[in-house]
């Protein structure tokens, strides 16, 4: 079965930056275009949280935790949507998860650790 693939984690210091990536293997264009994609996160101990959407139309939804410091985008020729994540600090630590919205597809979950 196709996957939703994410990429990117890793572990960095506070006001340190990481670019995430997320593909689902095999999916056709048209079902690109068609799915609004999000990144979600989830803290220890925490619920998962909506970071970041790339809706259909290019354009982009953040939660204001994380609003002038990442920036979602999206390749539709590639079809991957990227997550540059910028002036990390550590309440950003967390497993990140994508989203096809249309489709309900999860990754498997990257993890992002800021230490300060």
């Known amino acids: 079965q196709a996957q939703v693939v994410e990429s990117g984690g890793g572990s960095v210091q506070a006001g340190g930056s990481l670019r995430l990536s997320c593909r689902k293997l095999?999916?056709?264009?048209?079902t690109f275009w068609a799915n609004e994609v999000s990144w979600y996160r989830q803290a220890p101990g925490k619920q998962?949280?909506?970071?970041?959407?790339?809706?259909?139309?290019?354009?982009?939804y953040y939660a204001d935790s994380v609003k002038g410091r990442f920036t979602v985008s999206r390749d539709n020729n590639k079809k991957t949507v990227y997550l540059q994540m910028n002036s990390l600090n550590p309440e950003d630590t967390g497993v990140y998860y994508c989203?096809?919205?249309?489709?309900?597809?999860w990754g498997q979950g990257t993890q992002v650790t800021v230490s300060s």
């Open positions: 989203h096809f919205g249309l489709t309900n597809e």
């Open positions: 998962r949280e909506l970071v970041a959407t790339s809706t259909t139309s290019s354009s982009a």
């Open positions: 095999g999916m056709i264009l048209s």
